[in-house]
């Protein structure tokens, strides 16, 4: 059997976004199998980050989660709509989320269903790369058909979403445990890479540990 790369992923994290476009091909690469582990995003299990005094780190990463897509000639626009709700104006959130929940519930169900990265490339490419009104319509289905799945049939598997979201809870004390609570998180080996600017140092050790193809 290959060995797993975990990949720790929000979706509502515009790196995590990019880090799902640069993933995939590590399966082409290495004999390792990954594994997505969707999340809650920072916004719901420390809110508090969102206070004044983080205020000017928050606009910084909107200027340079932009930049990097950009760099990486990737599209790139802020939700519309955001997967968190939020008040922009004192960046307080909201308690009815009628986003996150599914779309992490649904990375669950889809990592379940063997498709869990693919899953995540193509649904944050369409959270973050312009499209508005991405959950109206059929721009999440067709979206997730480009995967091989089916999101009628997800949701059906999902039902209450009680023990899709059990895993979620399982996935974030998993994190938690290897020491690092930002995402994207690689873990191999128990070790940890943190963001997506550090795939290429993910590779460097799966090189050293002779998993090359």
């Known amino acids: ?49 969102f206070r004044e005094s983080n205020i000017e780190r928050v606009k910084y990463l909107l200027i340079d989660w932009e930049r990097r897509a950009a760099m990486l000639g990737l599209p790139h626009a802020w939700p519309d709509p955001d997967p968190i709700v939020q008040n922009y104006e004192d960046m307080s959130i909201a308690s009815e989320q009628p986003y996150i929940h599914r779309l992490c519930r649904l990375g669950v169900e889809a990592q379940r269903q063997g498709h869990g990265i693919a899953f995540a490339a193509v649904v944050s490419r369409l959270i973050f790369g312009g499209t508005r009104g991405w959950d109206q319509g059929d721009a999440l289905a067709d979206a997730v058909s480009a995967t091989g799945l089916d999101l009628a049939a997800m949701e059906a598997e999902i039902g209450d979403g009680k023990a899709h979201d059990a895993v979620i809870a399982e996935n974030q004390a998993m994190q938690s445990a290897v020491g690092h609570s930002g995402v994207p998180l690689y873990v191999f080996r128990g070790e940890p890479f943190f963001g997506q600017d550090r795939i290429d140092s993910l590779r460097w050790c799966l090189q050293q540990a002779g998993l090359a193809r």
């Open 1 to 49: 059997m290959s060995e797993t790369v975990d990949l720790y992923f929000s979706f509502r994290s515009p790196y995590s976004y990019l880090a799902a476009q640069l993933t995939q091909a590590i399966e082409d690469d290495f004999d390792v199998s990954l594994h997505l582990r969707p999340v809650l995003p920072l916004a719901l299990r420390e809110p508090s980050f």
